[in-house]
């Protein structure tokens, strides 16, 4: 190594303060022609552990304004003149540093840019790393500088929000999230865990800018950083023994990566297919309860906020989840299934409503699979129905009130809807926070105690009659075999908002409802309107005319001959004109307009022709789930799977999960024959038995292995037929001698049960 070259090593980088993409391939020139990388690991090294270094690193290079050229001439003509009167010695010193100087004034200049634009070349840090990752000593000096540089980094964000004083912060964490090591081993244990603890600590307008500009940069990269947060999430937990004692929400690795995979998530939302200006009015959609709250009767302080929760990156970015229509990435690659094993949801429940100094995985859903999810809202909807009971209690011991802790109705079989729907109606008119409590049902004439499987035979029955065609309300399609409202209904509105009121009913009691409504019902629910995508569920056949219109390459006006006039039919059959613009009829669809007749087309069929019917459900609907999370936790898919339940019948899930008492156990031989009988079935008999036991024939969320059915002993051999306690999804079942009789009697009991009785 000659003299030159140990000048380089120990001295040019003493006033090294940041690295450029040119800089780093110079250097790395040097260091390959002497065969050691020692220069480029003190530049890595003393850059990368410096939060101010690496910020004012990898800049992009700004087009100057004109104004400034003639004087930035005259300077550079000064500075030329200064470093020809230098001696050659110093200016082959200073060689590498020349850029640092000029880049320091760019710096200054740079004031006056955008301040929400990032000034990475995202490009250049690319082919650097391309360029450095390979050799490990490098890589090495990367980790131990940034295990240095993290915490401080996490203490500026927390405590001085740096980010707020220079929006070039974020240079920081734009450049380390470009690696694409960070997901291998030795990050992991190390530099990865501190990185996401820090930037868990940016401000919202930090984690907003990170995810606008995140959004941009294609499934491939984003893909990269979902993998990287999902896996230290996981090698988190699998190293650690998470328990009811020893919470995963304390961890801070884990809640960290989780709240910058939130950043990712959304990112990838903003890269999806959107549809932010399509939104239903929200006259009505949130109704204030003007009750008051328990805290409010006792003088307390209210705990947590009336009303639904909102997502705060949601309000800063602008955009909601319901908004994507389809996400770059599946929402299924964000749920983390090791996390959802370990969560103790009721803990999880407490720090979401009540104590926010403790991080909350509900505050980031996307995490959580369906099933967790639900334990939530379980949670929630119970705490809300005890809440209401001890409210009724107050008033009762204070102003000496009879009123009932209960949503009790009485209904008759053969006049179900008249009766609850009644009552339900004056229900709502009268005290709607009664809606809260926890339902009770009775069948007049029956002795049945309803401990949840009354509950599920009444919502059945009420659904089988409310979506009777015959009765008008609702249409069905026979392709599609959904139902869609009936813009020609005899009915008022008070009776649509009464059947949105049995659709809230049900996921406030956790009862499954077999309906069957195409996904842009469930959009509709969250906010958004129909639009022609959404035909393709509700309307195919029409559906498939738009379309064929849109790609039509002949002259749509003189081969068609439509006009912005259509026709519908009526409760009677008789054809309506509707005209989709103002004299429609004189208007001719051609090449040039027919986007917007498809597009008017679609909204008048999903959103203004059933407007007055779809507001009055809608209004139903929130009146028992306005202050619930449920919009919050879930996509519009996950509330159809709520509400219906998985179509999905796995019956072996369920004998894997089912439990015995009474004596018997899995082994015994009349179980075996149970279950040799029903794997034998046809689906139509598989869902009678789980109706006959259960109360349903739909999955609960999750499946059937997430249904704990008990088959418990009844006897010895008889003549008996099973019984079932649909409130304990319980089969009694008599010790039959044999397989042929077991399932005669199973078969009788489930095609003729109807009806609760007191055994």
């Known amino acids: 190594m000659n003299h030159r070259d140990l000048d380089l090593e120990e001295d040019d980088f003493s006033e090294l303060n940041f690295l450029t993409e040119e800089k780093v391939c110079e250097i790395l020139a040097v260091c390959e022609e002497n065969k050691t990388y020692t220069p480029l690991v003190r530049a890595i090294g003393k850059v990368f552990s410096n939060s101010e270094f690496l910020m004012r690193s990898f800049r992009k290079v700004k087009q100057q304004r004109p104004d400034k050229v003639k004087s930035q001439h005259t300077e550079s003509e000064n500075e030329g003149k200064q470093e020809a009167s230098s001696s050659s010695t110093a200016a082959s010193k200073t060689s590498l540093c020349k850029g640092a100087e000029k880049d320091d004034k760019s710096d200054d200049e740079s004031e006056d840019d955008d301040d929400d634009e990032v000034t990475v070349d995202i490009d250049g840090v690319r082919r650097v790393y391309d360029k450095i990752l390979p050799q490990e000593q490098i890589e090495t000096a990367i980790i131990n500088a940034l295990v240095y540089m993290m915490p401080s980094v996490e203490c500026e964000l927390t405590y001085h929000d740096a980010y707020s004083f220079d929006n070039n912060y974020l240079n920081i964490f734009v450049i380390l999230m470009e690696n694409t090591n960070l997901h291998s081993p030795e990050y992991l244990e190390s530099a990865l865990p501190l990185i996401c603890k820090a930037m868990s600590r940016l401000s919202l307008p930090g984690q907003a800018q990170l995810a606008r500009l995140w959004s941009g940069f294609g499934i491939e990269h984003l893909n990269r950083m979902l993998e990287t947060f999902q896996q230290v999430i996981t090698f988190t937990i699998v190293c650690n023994d998470f328990d009811n004692d020893n919470l995963v929400n304390d961890n801070e690795t884990v809640a960290g990566a989780t709240k910058c995979l939130k950043i990712v998530y959304f990112a990838n939302i903003l890269a999806g297919e959107l549809d932010v200006h399509l939104n239903e009015e929200e006259d009505d959609l949130l109704m204030d309860s003007n009750d008051l709250t328990l805290q409010e009767l006792l003088g307390e302080e209210e705990r947590s906020p009336k009303g639904p929760r909102v997502d705060p990156l949601e309000v800063e970015l602008g955009v909601r989840v319901s908004d994507c229509r389809c996400p770059l990435i599946p929402y299924d690659e964000f749920v983390n299934e090791p996390l959802n094993d370990v969560v103790e949801m009721d803990k999880d429940y407490v720090f979401f409503k009540v104590n926010e100094s403790k991080f909350a995985f509900m505050t980031c859903p996307f995490i959580l699979n369906a099933v967790t999810k639900n334990q939530g809202l379980y949670y929630d909807n119970r705490i809300r129905m005890y809440s209401e009971r001890r409210i009724t209690a107050l008033y009762n011991t204070v102003e000496g009130q009879q009123a009932n802790p209960y949503l009790r109705l009485k209904v008759r079989r053969d006049h179900l809807i008249d009766d609850a729907l009644i009552r339900l109606e004056m229900i709502a008119m009268e005290n709607p926070s009664d809606l809260k409590k926890q339902l009770y049902v009775e069948f007049e004439g029956e002795q049945g105690l309803d ?7 009444f919502f059945q029955l009420v659904v089988e009659e409310i979506f009777n065609p015959d009765i008008g309300m609702f249409t069905y399609d026979d392709s599609t075999r959904v139902f869609w409202f009936n813009p020609s209904s005899l009915e008022n509105e008070g ?10 009913l049900a996921i406030y009691n956790n009862c499954i409802l077999d309906v069957h409504f195409p996904m842009v019902v469930y959009r509709k629910l969250m906010g958004k309107k129909g639009t022609l995508l959404d035909l393709a569920d509700s309307h195919p056949a029409l559906h498939q005319s738009l379309k064929e219109i849109l790609v039509y390459e002949g002259d749509v006006e003189k081969d068609m001959m439509l006009t912005f006039q259509i026709s519908q039919t009526d409760l009677f059959g008789n054809p309506v004109m509707h005209n989709l613009k103002e004299d429609g009829e004189e208007i001719p669809v051609t090449n040039d307009n027919r986007k917007d007749f498809v597009s008017l087309y679609a909204d008048y069929i999903l ?11 809608r209004r139903g609907f929130h009146m028992v789930t306005n202050e619930s999370p449920l919009k919050y936790l879930f996509r519009a898919d ?10 999905n019948l796995d019956f072996h899930a369920l004998e894997q999960s089912a439990e015995y008492d009474g004596g018997y156990t899995k082994d015994t031989q009349v179980v075996k024959y149970f279950w040799e009988v029903v794997h034998s079935f046809g689906e139509e008999q598989k869902r009678l038995l789980l109706q006959f036991t259960t109360g349903t024939n739909r999955a609960p969320v999750g499946g059937l292995g997430k249904l704990k059915m008990i088959i418990a002993k009844n006897g010895s051999d008889s003549d008996r037929l099973p019984t079932s306690h649909t409130c304990f999804n319980a089969l009694l079942l008599p010790e039959y001698s044999s397989k042929e009789t077991l399932q005669e009697r199973l078969l009788k009991a489930i095609t003729y049960a109807k009806g609760f009785g007191m055994l």
């Open 451 to 457: 401990e949840g499987g009354v509950s599920k035979e």
């Open 495 to 504: 009776q649509y908002t009464l059947i949105g009121i049995v659709l809230g």
């Open 607 to 617: 959103n203004q022709s059933v407007e007055v019917q779809f507001k009055a459900f």
């Open 638 to 647: 996950e509330i159809e799977l709520l509400i219906c339940g998985s179509r």
